[in-house]
């Protein structure tokens, strides 16, 4: 059985990148939008980023020009690359459905903290 689960988190200096991945059971992730979400300490849960089924991206303005969301559908896998990383980006990340409201559960989330 396929869970719902990102990985590749880590601690990494200001400036550094990570490449998180996650995989999404069919039900899930099949001709759905897929989206990044982080859950920094003591804030809400925000979207990152998102991409369609045919690869067309958005990215939140925390993540422009700095993080690239990619999937492969073949795999049920969806990846964010993540390049010079800031204090700020430091939380709990997960991927899920987007818009938020067709969420039915939160999987796995993968801890990324920077820090000098």
Not at 10 to 20: E, F, K, N
Not at 104 to 116: A, D, K
Request: aromatic content about 12%.
């Amino acid at each position: 059985q396929v869970h719902l689960a990102a990985s590749g988190g880590d601690l990494v200096q200001p400036g550094g990148s990570l490449r998180l991945s996650c995989t999404a059971p069919g039900r899930i992730f099949t001709g759905s939008i897929m989206g990044w979400y982080r859950q920094a300490p003591g804030k809400q849960r925000e979207l990152v980023a998102r991409i369609y089924s045919d690869g067309v991206s958005y990215y939140e303005d925390s993540a422009m020009g700095r993080f690239t969301v990619s999937r492969d559908n073949a795999k049920n896998m969806v990846y964010l690359e993540m390049n010079s990383l800031k204090p700020e980006d430091t939380g709990v990340y997960f991927c899920n459905k987007w818009p938020v409201s067709s969420v039915l559960y939160w999987g796995r989330g993968t801890q990324v903290t920077v820090v000098s």
